[in-house]
């Protein structure tokens, strides 16, 4: 239990905003979420977005789309998986563009300044209903990638050109660039940017204190199934809520410790975060450039498949990249997927949670082995050292390589801009940012660091793995996200059902580098096995 406890708090710290619940398990959301408190907030909405100006691109196309095609269009997209919605498109029922003015119309109900509303989306991209009509006039050409003509969210630390990219602060409001490595992919392959979602400022590398989802720019993103009473996880927390909330089908997030596993499993969505080097990290404002990697945030395995599949490539000014073998369809092995044979290691001090206990169960009965076994007593040895000494040297080499013109070059640059307007820049002030500051180390320190945490990270897996026989082990939501972010290990989360307070859960697998599809094959057996997932109540008009 010290070492669950360890890892839930480094990376509730770093990037995730986790929080730590056993409960009992429901099958669906509960209506208790509505008599919990209300969360406290010293900022909610954006000074810096104004709904009228963000939707102004598309408020002709918006009032011009009935609400009756709306209704008719709903169900063949609501929920529904990218071939589900491709088959829609084939057989005439829908087209590209309604497509797009569908989530626009939902993003224009559901995400500003409202009683609903949740902060999820920070830009559009304003060629968006152009782009979608191309789209379909070119669709009858044959060999084309599933992702195509699909919308797909981005979080706003992913470089986009026709947008600014503001990792949600102040300093970076003007940050206009071209098109990050997976991005490039993305539109090769035929995807629609269909704008950036708002995030825990800096990826929650910044203020120590503030809130999930938060960020200056973006304001606070509030997760759909218990609005300002849940925590949205974090720092993907805008990609996984609008996703969730069906405000887009797809989106991308990113994740040094924790911050795809984190908001997937608490909006109940599936998050993958790969292997470092799987998918270029070229283009996104970093945090460490030992730990970060892009990965997908989908409501299924399926979509998961398909937009890594999207991004993948290797990328000549990524040096992760350079070795790795390119998948070029991580979704057609799914057809296939089976639990039957495979062997997984379950950690004791989590069978109080009772979802957990369940999910084992549904994992035994599609013909898995579990083995339950007592976590190693392991260490995490200056953790918050990685990460400073990382972004101390990266956040400047994208500024120099990546960035666009901008009055500021590096973390120290950044914390006097702050320091200027607080009150609206770090409300939540910028501890994290001063340990940056403050840290140094030479190179034989950093790589004995690096080394030391990367041991201890992949005995964490391996010990149990070689003891037990074990094809992989699994936890709940980003409970031990910090020893894979160390050990560079895969994990995949699914949801696997709710608390009696109504917090989604995730139940997270596992795996050895490089085994994204094993990873996306259990994720699929198991969810046909348990079929967890429920959208949130008050976002389904």
């Known amino acids: 239990m010290k070492k669950l406890l360890l890892?839930?708090?480094?990376?509730?710290?770093?990037?995730?905003?986790?929080?730590?619940?056993?409960?009992?398990?429901?099958?669906?959301?509960?209506?208790?979420?509505a008599e919990q408190e209300e969360m406290e907030f010293k900022v909610l909405d954006s000074e810096f977005i104004e709904k009228d100006s963000l939707m102004a691109p598309f408020a002709e196309a918006i009032s011009e789309f009935a609400d009756g095609r709306y209704a008719e269009i709903k169900p063949l997209v609501y929920d529904k998986s990218i071939p589900e919605i491709q088959d829609a498109i084939s057989s005439g029922k829908l087209s590209y563009e309604e497509l797009a003015l569908f989530y626009l119309k939902r993003i224009q109900k559901f995400d500003r300044n409202n009683e609903l509303s949740l902060n999820s989306v920070i830009s559009l991209n304003p060629n968006l209903l152009e782009e979608a009509r191309q789209k379909d006039e070119q669709k009858k050409a044959g060999g084309k990638h599933p992702i195509y003509g699909i919308p797909v969210l981005l979080k706003d630390n992913i470089n986009t050109e026709n947008m600014p990219t503001t990792a949600g602060a102040v300093a970076l409001q003007n940050n206009e660039?071209?098109?990050?490595?997976?991005?490039?992919?993305?539109?090769e392959h035929g995807a629609l940017i269909l704008g950036k979602a708002n995030l825990s400022e800096w990826a929650y590398f910044f203020c120590g204190d503030c809130p999930s989802g938060y960020s200056a720019v973006g304001g606070q993103t509030l997760n759909p199934y218990g609005r300002k009473i849940l925590d949205t996880g974090g720092s993907s927390s805008g990609s996984a809520v609008a996703v969730a909330a069906n405000l887009a089908p797809v989106a991308v997030g990113s994740e040094t410790s924790g911050s795809i596993l984190s908001p997937s499993s608490q909006n109940s969505l599936v998050g993958l975060k790969p292997t470092i080097g799987v998918l270029s990290r070229g283009g996104i404002v970093p945090i460490s450039s030992t730990l970060d990697t892009p990965g997908p945030i989908t409501?299924?395995?399926?979509?998961?498949?398909?937009?890594?599949?999207?991004?993948?490539?290797?990328?000549?000014?990524?040096?992760?990249?350079?070795?790795?073998?390119?998948?070029?369809?991580?979704?057609?092995?799914?057809?296939?997927?089976?639990?039957?044979?495979?062997?997984?290691?379950?950690?004791?001090?989590?069978?109080?949670?009772?979802?957990?206990?369940q999910a084992i169960k549904d994992l035994k009965q599609a013909g898995a082995e579990v083995v339950e076994f007592e976590a190693e007593d392991l260490d995490l040895p200056n953790f918050t050292r990685l990460l400073n000494l990382d972004m101390k040297k990266d956040l400047p080499?994208?500024?120099?390589?990546?960035?666009?013109?901008?009055?500021?070059?590096?973390?120290?640059?950044?914390?006097?801009?702050?320091?200027?307007?607080?009150?609206?820049?770090?409300?939540?002030?910028?501890?994290?940012?001063?340990?940056?500051?403050?840290?140094?180390?030479?190179?034989?320190?950093?790589?004995?660091?690096k080394d030391t945490l990367k041991t201890n990270g992949r005995q964490f897996f391996d010990v149990p793995m070689q003891e037990h026989n074990l094809d992989g082990v699994i936890s709940i939501n980003?409970?031990?996200?910090?020893?894979?972010?160390?050990?560079?290990?895969?994990?995949?989360?699914?949801?696997?059902?709710?608390?009696?307070?109504?917090?989604?859960?995730?139940?997270?697998?596992?795996?050895?580098?490089?085994?994204?599809?094993?990873?996306?094959?259990?994720?699929?057996?198991?969810?046909?096995?348990?079929h967890r997932r429920v959208s949130p109540e008050n976002y389904q008009d």
């Not at 890892?7 to 979420?33: H, M, P, R, W, Y």
């Not at 000014?317 to 070795?323: I, R, S």
């Not at 070059?409 to 940056?436: K, M």
């Open 7 to 33: 890892s839930i708090l480094l990376v509730s710290i770093f990037s995730c905003g986790e929080k730590k619940d056993n409960e009992s398990d429901e099958s669906a959301v509960q209506d208790t979420v």
């Open 177 to 187: 660039t071209d098109d990050a490595f997976i991005v490039e992919k993305l539109k």
């Open 299 to 357: 409501k299924n395995v399926v979509d998961n498949a398909i937009l890594l599949s999207a991004m993948s490539g290797k990328d000549t000014k990524d040096p992760a990249t350079k070795n790795i073998e390119v998948i070029a369809d991580y979704s057609e092995p799914l057809e296939n997927a089976s639990l039957q044979g495979k062997r997984f290691g379950a950690i004791k001090a989590l069978m109080e949670d009772s979802l957990y206990v």
């Open 397 to 449: 080499d994208y500024f120099r390589n990546y960035g666009g013109e901008l009055e500021v070059s590096n973390v120290g640059d950044v914390y006097h801009y702050n320091s200027q307007v607080p009150t609206a820049r770090a409300p939540y002030g910028q501890s994290l940012f001063e340990g940056i500051m403050k840290d140094s180390a030479t190179p034989e320190e950093f790589t004995a660091i």
């Open 478 to 530: 980003n409970y031990h996200a910090g020893f894979a972010a160390v050990a560079q290990y895969p994990a995949i989360t699914v949801p696997m059902g709710y608390a009696e307070n109504g917090a989604p859960k995730g139940l997270t697998f596992f795996a050895k580098p490089f085994e994204e599809q094993a990873l996306l094959n259990w994720a699929k057996a198991y969810e046909e096995a348990s």
